[in-house]
T-cell receptor, first 113, second 112 residues
Framework: GENVEQHPSTLSVQEGDSAVIKCTYS??????FPWYKQELGKGPQLIID?????GEKKDQRIAVTLNKTAKHFSLHITETQPEDSAVYFC????????????FGKGTTLSVSS | DGGITQSPKYLFRKEGQNVTLSCEQN?????MYWYRQDPGQGLRLIYY???????QKGDIAEGYSVSREKKESFPLTVTSAQKNPTAFYLC???????????FGDGTRLSIL
């Protein structure tokens, strides 16, 4: 079946450093790629998304890049802060009977001050 | 405030019992989703509904059932046929087929 691979599973950085999380997807028909941040005991929150008609999108310290040929996309966080510590999930759209999302297994980001 | 409300936050079930998890949204979204999250795992799709009175199975629908009688409500029943129901259950909604999904804060189900 279709799947999304996410790496690394854990990432530790110093405050102020950059963090990069990478995902690859298998369904060549996928055309929507959101990223979510999940804090302990909470539901995931959408932080940025990208559609297949663009290669990069940026929102302040967060950016996402997409390479449709290679079927991979990445999340970049610059100038990391302790409050960026959380679990991050990537996802890709899939066409079932309708459209849904398939998620990666998550990356636990720890930012130490 | 607009959002998605899941209740209860914690739920305990005895062996052999069915239990229903509530999900309500006041975002006027057409589509609603149920996911299961296990430790160290991503979110796995159980059921989704893109319009009232219609719903589709996701990857792990066995042992679960849903209904979508109202636009704002999408309850999930975990039946006794679900052999490993202990998990964190998340409900989401989106405005359209490819609209961003917004999540509730989940229900943690445990077996007594």
């Amino acid at each position: 079946g279709e799947n999304v691979e996410q790496h690394p599973s854990t990432l530790s950085v110093q405050e102020g450093d950059s963090a990069v999380i990478k995902c690859t997807y298998s369904d060549s028909a996928s055309n929507y790629f959101p990223w979510y941040k999940q804090e302990l005991g909470k539901g995931p929150q959408l932080i940025i998304d990208i559609r297949s008609n663009v290669g990069e999108k940026k929102d302040q310290r967060i950016a996402v890049t997409l390479n449709k040929t290679a079927k991979h996309f990445s999340l970049h966080i610059t100038e990391t802060q302790p409050e960026d510590s959380a679990v991050y999930f990537c996802a890709a759209s899939i066409n079932l009977q309708g459209t849904a999302l398939i998620f990666g297994k998550g990356t636990t980001l720890s930012v130490s001050s | 405030d607009g959002g998605i409300t899941q209740s209860p936050k914690y739920l305990f079930r005895k062996e052999g019992q069915n239990v229903t998890l509530s999900c309500e949204q006041n975002l006027n979204h057409d589509a609603m989703y149920w996911y299961r999250q296990d430790p160290g795992q991503g979110l796995r799709l159980i059921y989704y509904s893109q319009i009232v009175n219609d719903f589709q199975k996701g990857d792990i629908a066995e042992g679960y059932s849903v209904s979508r009688e109202k636009k704002e409500s999408f309850p999930l029943t975990v039946t006794s046929a679900q052999k490993n129901p202990t998990a964190f259950y998340l409900c989401a909604s989106s405005a359209g087929v490819l609209g961003p999904q917004h999540f509730g804060d989940g229900t943690r189900l445990s077996i007594l």
